[in-house]
């Protein structure tokens, strides 16, 4: 039987969907994952990292352990293909000591933008796949070949929910801490639907120089600064009569798993648009390309109940992008 070791980030339930789709097609799977920007991010190396002057020591020093660690693996296991997701943890030399034995396949699930230090890495691989369709001419000018696989989702976490009852007019979920753009968005949707039943989901900065004003701020019932975990998403989804979706800054020809996770809850989704998003998903979801669009289409959906999302996920499933590696 075929093994793969997969290699990626612990935030996310990606690399168990991931097993998951590789043991469907028949393969043995084993999953390592990876804190960043430090590795294991526990309270003493985050208060290490937080108050440190050096924090590119700290993260040098952590990727040289868990390198150690994630070569005893390899070692271990003796897998035919490593599948890394992101892999800007990896030294290059550990890269290089996993393509001696076995077929390397890199999947980045962020943008090349923000982790150009692991360019060397791609330099490793067998297949280089992206989400995001602008990286590919970045990569080419590296002399790195990489093919547009899009994000997916995995229908045992995200479907639809008989019966249920809509609490909430409005959902947002996703990081709003690092983004200004989701920021914007969602003070104008919060503004300009005051009485409605609005809830936002995300990690947000909580600032140290006003935390009593934050503490205290108006529509502090509307934002929950938390990381949501795929059920407690699945059921907000079912239970909103619009989900909004905002991209981060760094998507620009692509999708974010959101995409697909709320179209597999068949909620109503008014998103941001993109190249990408209006070639497939234009007559499944609402695309705005402004601020006032946004809202007018919000307004609208809040006016209709209508499911016209019932067939957008076929294809668009972690065992179908997975498929398309195996046999790409």
């Not at 914007?184 to 947000?204: N, T, Y």
Request: proline residues 3%; aromatic residues 12%.
């Amino acid at each position: 039987m075929n093994r793969v070791l997969i290699i990626g980030p612990d935030f996310h339930y990606f690399n168990d969907s991931i097993a998951k789709a590789f043991r469907k097609l028949g393969w043995e799977a084993k999953v390592e994952a990876f804190a960043t920007p430090v590795h294991p991010y526990t309270l003493w190396n985050k208060l290490r990292y937080k108050f440190s002057s050096d924090k590119l020591a700290l993260k040098q020093d952590s990727r040289l352990r868990y390198d150690s660690y994630i070569r005893a693996c390899f070692d271990n296991y003796q897998p035919n293909l490593v599948f890394v997701l992101n892999g800007d943890n990896l030294a290059t030399s550990t890269v290089a000591y996993f393509h001696k034995k076995s077929k390397v396949v890199f999947w980045l699930f962020d943008s090349i933008t923000r982790m150009m230090y692991s360019i060397d890495n791609l330099r490793e691989a067998d297949a280089v796949y992206c989400y995001e369709q602008k990286d590919i001419p970045l990569l080419a000018k590296e002399h790195i070949k990489a093919s547009f696989l899009p994000q997916a989702v995995d229908t045992t976490l995200y479907y639809p929910i008989q019966g249920i009852e809509k609490k909430y007019d409005i959902v947002f979920a996703g990081e709003i801490w690092n983004s200004k753009k989701r920021q914007r968005l969602l003070e104008k949707v919060v503004q300009h639907f005051s009485g409605k039943k609005i809830r936002i989901v995300g990690r947000c900065k909580i600032p140290t120089k006003d935390f009593f004003g934050w503490l205290f701020r108006t529509h502090r019932d509307i934002y929950t600064n938390t990381n949501a975990s795929a059920k407690e998403l699945n059921m907000l989804y079912n239970q909103a009569h619009v989900v909004l979706n905002i991209h981060n800054e760094q998507q620009k020809d692509g999708a974010n798993p959101k995409v697909y996770e709320i179209l597999a809850t068949r909620a109503h989704q008014v998103c941001d648009a993109n190249p990408y998003l209006e070639t497939y998903f234009a007559r499944v979801m609402d695309l705005y390309h402004s601020e006032d669009e946004m809202v007018a289409q919000i307004e609208a959906a809040l006016e209709r109940s209508q499911d016209i999302t019932t067939k957008a996920i076929i294809g668009n499933t972690f065992e179908d992008r997975i498929r398309e590696v195996i046999h790409g």
